[in-house]
């Protein structure tokens, strides 16, 4: 196997290569610890023809690749695991932006471009990249299409997959495949780009892509509403919908346990509200116009608060009151690591059934282990519902995710039942690869 190492090393050139345990480390290892791989070479290409010359010579000497973008995945893709004998290709080393057309409303960038400085660049052309990640600092925009992101605004911009007009990638063999169009409508063969984006590279590496742009709201209306249990929130979602339009950005789910888990442990976050309840949702709109949204969130609420929909709501004064609402939500995934194990689950299922299926899957663990604490939360505009699970306070950690196959079968059985996916915006990885 050296002579097609010494090949690849030849074709990444002397700064696109490591062999060294400790520069490699951080990059076999998934960041919140759960996997632990090992290479035989880690690689950093430069370019798309880099990229190529290693994809053919892997392909003629039947060497493995795994493709790895911010090393953010949260289902274990981007390790190459012990015995399959890969080789990593990081792609950060591919970071540029190569081109923005503000009249198209399109910017097309490498794959290793954070999304962060995807989002800067578009909004230094008065533009918006609408994908929002918590990672977004790091996650890279090759990750993001391979695993068709999704996000805190699907709701009216769509997945990944929506976002996506254009892909340039290496297929299997090493040849580059361009499809760098920004074309809205092109009605000339297959949409074969869509079968790369969620394809978590198993038919190729992304190398760029041409992505939409959008105009950058002017006016926003952010409001954390308190509401009777979950099938309440999902009329109110209708309601919303039915009052803004398009103009419903976001429209998160949140239980009360996980505004106690951020406020013990984030500083400075509160809960603006002055009476605890079972459930929350955080509600924003926004438009490109100059609107009085605020008056239209207020307007809904209220009558909301009328049909016993809501029993108060707090609305944002100000951008900083904003944030500090969006922080309950943003934090909720990370504190869980705060309060011991966590077992976590990217369910989706029709919104009409999101109540259901909480209720159903919050008896069905809680029979199983009494004490343990679901966390049910996410994006109830699209259906997409994080179901996670913190252990019990006095369980040792250790014996709680010995039973995350135990938990994975009882929450994806229900989810099966009611017509949903075990995966709604994670991908499948090494983590659920054999649940299908």
């Known amino acids: 196997m050296s002579a097609p190492l010494d090949a690849i090393r030849a074709a990444v050139g002397p700064g696109g290569f490591s062999d060294t345990p400790a520069d490699i480390a951080p990059f076999l290892r998934e960041h919140r610890g759960l996997y632990q791989g090992e290479t035989a070479l880690f690689v950093q290409p430069a370019s798309t023809e880099a990229v190529a010359k290693v994809v053919s010579i892997c392909a003629q000497a039947k060497i493995a690749i795994v493709p790895q973008g911010g090393n953010t995945g949260l289902v274990g893709g981007q390790i190459p695991f012990p015995g399959d004998h890969a080789i990593l ?10 081109a923005l057309d503000p009249d198209n409303d399109t910017i097309t960038v490498e794959a290793g471009c954070t999304l962060a400085a995807l989002q800067q660049a578009a909004e230094a052309a008065d533009r918006l990249f609408p994908l929002s990640l918590a990672s977004e600092g790091s996650c890279q925009i090759g990750g993001n299409i391979s695993t068709n992101a999704g996000g805190n605004a699907v709701l009216r911009y769509g997945n990944m997959r929506d976002l996506v007009l254009g892909i340039e990638a290496v297929l299997p063999d090493g040849r580059i495949w361009n499809g760098l169009r920004g074309l809205r409508k092109d009605n000339t063969g297959y ?22 742009l959008f105009p950058r709201p002017r006016t926003v209306a952010t409001a954390l509403v308190a509401v009777p249990d979950v099938a309440a929130a999902v009329s109110l979602f209708g309601r919303l919908k039915q009052t803004s339009g398009d103009r419903l950005t976001a429209f998160e789910l949140i239980p009360r346990i996980g505004i106690d888990f951020v406020t013990r442990h984030i500083p400075g976050a509160r809960d603006p509200l002055t009476k605890a309840v079972d459930w929350y949702v955080l509600a924003e709109l926004s438009s490109a116009g100059e609107e009085d949204l605020r008056h239209r969130l207020e307007a809904a609420l209220a009558t909301a608060l009328e049909e016993g929909l809501a029993s108060d709501a707090a609305i944002a004064e100000s951008g900083a009151q904003a944030s500090a609402l969006w922080a309950l939500r ?34 069905a663990v809680t029979a199983a282990l009494p004490g343990i604490r679901p966390v049910p ?3 109830i505009g699209d259906g997409n519902v994080h179901f996670n699970l913190s252990q019990p306070p006095a369980m040792d950690r250790d014996a709680f995710l010995d039973r995350w196959a135990e938990f994975n079968r009882i929450v994806h059985d229900i989810a099966a039942g009611l017509g949903g996916s075990i995966s709604a915006e994670h991908g499948l990885g090494f983590m659920k690869r054999d649940e299908i």
Do not use: W, Y
């Open 89 to 98: 290709l990081n792609l950060s080393r591919m970071n540029k932006v190569r």
């Open 191 to 212: 949409d074969l780009k869509q079968l790369f984006i969620g394809g978590e590279g198993t038919l190729g590496i992304v190398t760029a892509a041409v992505c939409k």
């Open 330 to 363: 943003e934090n909720l995934s990370d504190v869980q690591k705060l309060e011991g194990g966590s077992i976590k689950h990217d369910i989706s299922v029709p919104i009409s059934a999101i109540p259901a299926f909480i209720t159903e899957a919050s008896k």
């Open 377 to 379: 939360f996410g994006h």
